[in-house]
């Protein structure tokens, strides 16, 4: 399957590395990115040498209205048959009895609601058009792990986008919509520096059975596979993509 991907998140990371392996298979891309434009720009410039159409889109997903732009803009490049969520938001460490209101409604705001929306429109869009689609959401292994002492916000959150993926997956399958998740592990992304945590996968390294952190292009191929019809009897998935741990 191909068409217009929208990939939330698209500049940096597994978003960007999803959408390189996506525009190798001939997808067109959508990137969607809240304040880095240069980055999700190279990107876009990266997938453009493949042939395909890509366009970048500013906004906070967040945001209901940025959303909806969002999806505007994507069909202009033609019928939306994929939505990648990707975009996700870590607060800085703190147990839960430290959190601060403020933390919990950015994490939620963007990991939930953002992913929320971003799926409700584009099932819209594939219902409306007739012709299926297919939604891969990127959890992870923090949902099933809880993250004490660290992120248990973050795992909350996570945990609600394996529940979307569940929920939804069961409500569209019979309109040719799969909808599967990824949960990644530790991964080498930019995520935790973000926060002032860029030693941490340093330090859980070894608790991985494999004995090493993945790489986005790890994630980025399970994603793809997930969104291809070699995966077309797969929905309500959630795959781990995390070294064993």
């Known amino acids: 399957m191909t068409g217009t991907l929208v990939i939330t998140g698209g500049g940096r990371g597994i978003g960007a590395a999803t959408a390189r392996a ?16 240069e980055s999700a720009e190279e990107v876009a410039a990266e997938c453009s040498s493949h042939g ?15 959303v909806l732009d969002l999806f505007v803009q994507a069909e202009e490049l033609g019928p939306v048959r994929g939505l990648v969520n990707n975009a996700g938001v870590v607060s800085p460490r703190s147990t ?10 950015e994490v939620f705001g963007v990991n939930v609601f953002g992913a929320f929306f971003c799926a409700r429109e584009a099932v819209r869009l594939m219902l409306r058009d007739g012709e ?28 609600a986008v394996d529940a979307l993926t ?15 998740a990824v949960r990644p592990g530790l991964i080498e992304t930019e995520i935790h520096a973000s926060v002032g945590r860029g030693d941490r996968l340093v ?5 991985v059975p494999m004995g090493r952190a993945g790489t986005a292009e790890e994630v980025a191929a399970a994603i ?11 929905t309500g998935a959630i795959l781990d993509v995390g070294g064993g741990r």
């Open 22 to 37: 996506a525009a190798a298979q001939g997808w067109n891309l959508c990137l969607g990115f809240r304040s880095d434009r």
């Open 132 to 159: 299926g689609g297919a939604i891969v959401n990127v959890s992870s292994r923090a949902a099933v792990l809880g993250s004490p002492g660290e992120y248990v916000d973050y795992a909350a959150s996570k945990a």
């Open 96 to 105: 839960v009895a430290e959190r601060e209101s403020e933390d919990l409604e």
């Open 166 to 180: 569940v929920g939804l997956a069961k409500e569209v399958a019979a309109d040719g919509i799969r909808v599967n």
């Open 203 to 207: 330090e859980l390294a070894p608790t």
């Open 224 to 234: 793809v596979w997930l969104l291809s019809p070699a995966a077309s009897y797969v």
């Open 52 to 66: 395909v159409d890509a366009i970048v889109v500013q906004g906070d997903i967040a945001m209901e209205l940025d």
